[in-house]
């Protein structure tokens, strides 16, 4: 697995609790993008950063931050957890755009009760 | 709208048969298509690649074609193995206001029986 570490892999929350998840990458890929998968839909974009501190937002950004402050680690923060964000979360890196090929990590379930 | 479709949404066939997926695009401008396969509980990995410039490409016992005329591609798998079982992932991509997005398909959930 291309050398992606996403954590954790699992986590249940509560409503209104702040959660972080971690993405670590040892291939020193410009590009970090933060993904949520749910039923009945294609990964959709929600964040994602082309270099330290270089962040835009993607097509699902309401609810969630990110951070980007070293190469190799990109933060997604879900400042007040919402049923709604309940579903799996996949970080994905990239040497550049266009034709360059995307590693994915294993993914982060995440339960909001 | 810029979507990519994909049918049939699930599949079952026998082991050591031959199937092809589809998927339909209409994201322009079209810079190239892949095909992923996603195990359960596991990431996308990459299986092929293409730009609007290739018909055909390889990868083992898949095969994809691309028709950007009529933007549609295939993903053919032959003789069938039980580790085939897995979903598979069409993403469109193409420039948009200065970077690129990538459009990724609902995806075709194969199950393969011995």
């Known amino acids: 697995d291309a050398g992606i570490t996403q954590s954790p892999r699992h986590k249940v929350t509560e409503t209104g609790t702040p959660v972080t998840l971690r993405c670590h990458q040892t291939e020193n890929h410009r590009y970090m993008y933060w993904y949520r998968q749910d039923p009945g839909h294609g990964l959709r974009l929600i964040h994602y950063?082309?270099?330290?501190?270089?962040?835009d937002k993607g097509e699902v950004s309401d609810g969630y931050s990110v951070s980007r402050s070293k190469t190799e680690d990109f933060l997604l923060t879900l400042e007040s957890a919402t049923s709604s964000q309940t579903s799996v979360y996949f970080c994905a890196i990239r040497q550049g755009e266009a034709n360059t090929e995307a590693f994915f990590g294993q993914g982060t379930r995440l339960t909001v009760v | 709208k810029n979507q990519v479709e994909q049918s049939p949404q699930s599949l079952i066939i026998l082991e050591g048969k031959n199937c092809t997926l589809q998927c339909n695009y209409t994201v322009s401008p079209f810079s190239n298509l892949r095909w992923y396969k996603q195990d359960t509980g596991r990431g996308p990995v990459s299986l092929t690649i293409?730009?609007?410039?290739?018909n055909t490409k390889s990868n083992g016992r898949y095969t994809a074609t691309l028709d950007a005329d009529t933007k549609q591609s295939s993903l053919h798998i032959t003789a069938s193995q039980l580790s085939d079982s897995a979903s598979y992932i069409c993403v469109v991509s193409g420039p948009s206001s200065g970077t690129y997005k990538y459009i990724f398909g609902t995806g075709t959930r194969l199950k393969v029986l011995a």
């Open positions: 950063s082309y270099g330290v501190k270089d962040t």
């Open positions: 293409m730009t609007f410039s290739e």
